[in-house]
């Protein structure tokens, strides 16, 4: 080819491969050559780029595949791409636009399996191979001597697992694959709120506080997993646990009115749809007590919830419970505490069959040791 012709031709490229790039908020490095050099997870770390890195390769492969049907032989460019997942030191650059200049062993490795890579070919190291083989269709290509590290294992991609993609054809994102996505991002979203929950509750709130919400949320999934709910309703559950108390950082009355605020805030930044936002709100609502659940989920949540009442720690439980209500001014002595209890554990049930075979039996004998604390 003309040289000009050339250097145009590579510049329409990597025009196209920018654009893919900046879809999958892939940070762009810099160029080298015919070399970009690409990075996920800056300048906030987060557990899902390695699966966005990926979906911008698998993206990658197929624009150039199809530059192979529209132009003559000598023109077909051929892409390499070598992945690895692990820490990078990042040094902010510029003043008008922030860039990023990375450096570590991390960076050296992806170099590295760059260079194994074969014409067309996507190569992962291990490392990335374990983040991503649940959704990616991943093949041993082999190991690779690194110094002071021994061998590296290395492994080809071929494309998205067909039950994940449109079609089964490898290439784009079914529903399915949302779903196991945003399971893997609920890491990242429970990190976010956790955090807020540490940061922001008032000291006073001795139940209302994380290990509340981490109980629920472990509940939820629990009991999601024994009542068989698929993927994306558990999701939805997981979410609503995590959210359902975040309102006590607004306010203690109405905290669930506050959640479902703050969800709807929330959520859009993490690619949820606005239907299942409606749903987890409603769940959030759901966890008002007295409970009066009306479909499946809803039972989830509300036994996920008052799970405590059926456990072997249910009076310490309910102790740090009477301590903040007390300091809210919303009840009277712990002796009318217990009686309160007492009325509440008596008509409540567990709406699912999961709960009442873990909780219901127990449940019983807390009422008989509060029975003995009443005076």
């Known amino acids: 080819m003309d040289s000009q012709a050339l250097v145009d031709n ?12 900046n879809k999958y908020e892939i940070k762009s490095i810099k160029s080298i050559g015919d070399t970009i050099m690409c990075v996920g997870g800056i300048p906030k770390k987060n ?35 070598g992945i690895h997942t692990g820490p990078v030191v990042a040094t902010e650059t510029g003043r008008k636009k922030v860039n ?10 992806a170099a590295r399996i760059k260079s194994f890579c074969e014409d067309g070919q ?29 061998d590296i294992e290395m492994y080809a991609v071929r494309g998205i697992k067909a039950e994940f993609s449109l ?22 979203l ?36 024994g009542e068989g709910v698929p993927d994306e309703e558990l999701l939805l559950l997981k979410t609503a646990a995590l959210f359902h ?11 669930e009115y506050n959640s479902t605020l703050i969800a709807k805030e929330v959520l859009p930044n993490y690619y949820y749809t606005q239907s299942q936002i409606k749903i987890i709100c ?29 456990r072997s720690d249910m009076i310490p439980v309910s102790n740090t419970l009477y301590k903040e209500l007390k300091e809210q001014k919303k009840v009277g002595t712990l002796n009318d505490w217990n009686k309160m209890q007492m009325r509440f554990i008596s008509s409540h049930q567990y709406f699912t069959n999961t709960a009442r075979k873990l909780r219901e039996v127990n449940k019983q004998k807390q009422i008989e040791r509060i029975k003995n604390l009443i005076i």
């Open 282 to 310: 409603e769940l959030i609502m759901a966890t008002k007590l007295p409970p009066v659940p009306t479909n499946n989920l809803e039972k989830i949540i509300a036994d996920a919830d008052l799970d405590y009442l059926g």
């Open 245 to 255: 108390d975040t309102g006590h950082t607004i306010g203690y009355d109405n905290h």
């Open 100 to 109: 990023y200049e990375i450096k570590g062993d991390t960076v050296n490795l």
């Open 167 to 188: 079609q089964n054809k490898g290439l784009i994102p079914n529903k399915k694959f949302s779903i196991r996505y945003g399971l893997i991002q609920f890491m990242d």
């Open 47 to 81: 557990i899902t780029n390695p699966v966005e890195v990926l979906l911008a390769a698998v993206e990658m492969q197929y624009y150039i595949k199809q530059l192979h049907k529209s132009h003559d032989e000598e023109k077909i460019w051929r892409l390499k791409i």
């Open 190 to 225: 429970q990190e976010l709120i956790l955090d807020k929950l540490e940061k922001e509750l008032s000291e006073n709130l001795y139940y209302h506080n994380v290990k509340h919400t981490v109980d629920v949320v472990t509940q939820s999934e629990l009991i999601g997993l």
């Open 122 to 150: 996507i190569l992962v190291s291990g490392n990335t191979y374990e983040l991503v083989k649940d959704l990616f269709n991943c093949e041993y290509f082999g190991k690779m001597p690194v110094k002071y590290k021994g």
């Open 10 to 21: 590579l510049d329409e490229i990597f025009l196209q491969l920018e654009t893919i790039i």
